[in-house]
């Protein structure tokens, strides 16, 4: 049985190509995190020690990648966005690869009609990579389930912002290491099990209101002048309506297929379940680098008022460490959250 154990992590600066610049031998601090259709981000605090001082002076930011390790395994990657020197320790913050398509816009025409929006966010994602690829690949873990039709213009919008709208359309994705996952937002693999045992100091549980939507209206291209709309009165909540323009939507059938996974995400209440400051217990039954957003955990907890009993989604990682001194001993924090949403109930 796995447990999440007291992880102890490496880091290594490298190249574009893959050489290895510096490996960081003394972290005093090292935190790294994964997120549901974002970017994540990490941050070392290099100690420089011996001539690594000389070699920690080259780092620049985009030429070089920051690779982590927990306990050997490859965990985290992603190329380096700041870098700060001060007396005694060197900063490195980096974010994870699909932040180079923040920076990158549609090189050619294409239009699709009436396919899987899997392939079109792999599409998307190749696009953007094709004139200048840090190293990446896709792996479609399932279909979406979702289809629809979309037309992106050369040179116009970031792929980063159109790959978010068709994760907003029926479609998960999220990074680990160099890798791009595309998913279904159906997909509750479970990864792990938590229960209150694994939350000695507890863990929160929060609704977000202000998510709840009960009716979408989802407006196309301005060529097109299409609309999808779908919801409208709850019984029990009323009626919060949104409008909100795609303008890679081109027909009829995929602004309604827009809105319906808009609605079906937003027409309850999500609720949050997030162990923030809380550290996991070593204990746990979790293998930490295979809490991967996406995919779920088994939550029972009684711990709050608002019981829980419940495959959630996971939407959020976050893991720490601080070095030790002699007066304190270091210590690793692992922090889930994880989300019920109307799909999830579903």
């Known amino acids: 049985m796995a447990v999440a154990g007291c992880g102890t992590h490496t880091a290594r600066i490298v190249s574009r190509n893959g050489a290895t610049v510096t490996t960081a031998e003394v972290l005093t601090e090292v935190e790294w995190s994964r997120l549901l259709d974002a970017t994540s981000s990490a941050r070392v605090v290099i100690q420089p020690d ?118 907003e359309a029926g479609l998960d994705y999220t990074v680990i290491g160099s890798r791009i996952l595309l998913l279904p937002e159906t997909h509750l693999v479970s990864v792990g099990r938590l229960s209150d045992t694994d939350l000695p100091e507890g863990l929160e549980v929060a609704e977000d209101g202000k998510s709840l939507v009960t009716r979408w209206i989802v407006a196309g291209s301005e060529d097109s002048g299409v609309v999808g709309s779908a919801g409208g009165v709850d019984p029990v909540y009323g009626l919060h309506e949104r409008y909100v323009e795609m303008t890679e939507i081109t027909d009829a059938t995929s602004a309604q297929q827009a809105a319906q996974a808009r609605r079906r995400v937003s027409s309850a209440v999500p609720v949050f ?74």
Request: with cysteine; net charge negative; charged share 20%.
């Open 50 to 167: 011996g001539d690594c001082c000389n070699r920690l002076a080259r780092i620049t930011s985009w030429a070089h990648r920051l690779v982590i390790f927990r306990d050997s395994q490859y965990v985290w990657d992603g190329p380096i966005t700041n870098v700060s020197w001060s007396l005694g320790e060197v900063e490195v913050a980096a974010e994870d690869v699909s932040v180079w398509l923040d920076d990158r816009v549609p090189h050619q025409n294409r239009a699709f009609t009436n396919v899987d929006l899997t392939e079109i966010a792999a599409w998307l994602i190749a696009d953007g990579y094709a004139p200048d690829d840090p190293g990446h690949t896709v792996q479609i873990v399932g279909k979406a389930g979702v289809t629809g039709s979309r037309e992106y213009f050369t040179g116009i919008g970031q792929t980063g912002d159109h790959l978010r709208q068709l994760a």
């Open 273 to 346: 379940i997030d162990t923030r400051e809380v550290t996991i217990s070593p204990l746990a039954n979790l293998d930490v680098p295979k809490l991967v957003p996406g995919w779920a955990l088994d939550v029972t907890s009684a711990g709050t008022c608002r019981k829980v009993s419940a495959r959630l989604k996971i939407v959020g990682v976050r893991v720490q460490e601080t070095a030790g001194s002699d007066n304190s001993p270091g210590s690793e924090s692992v922090q889930v959250q994880v989300a019920a949403t109307a799909a999830e109930a579903a």
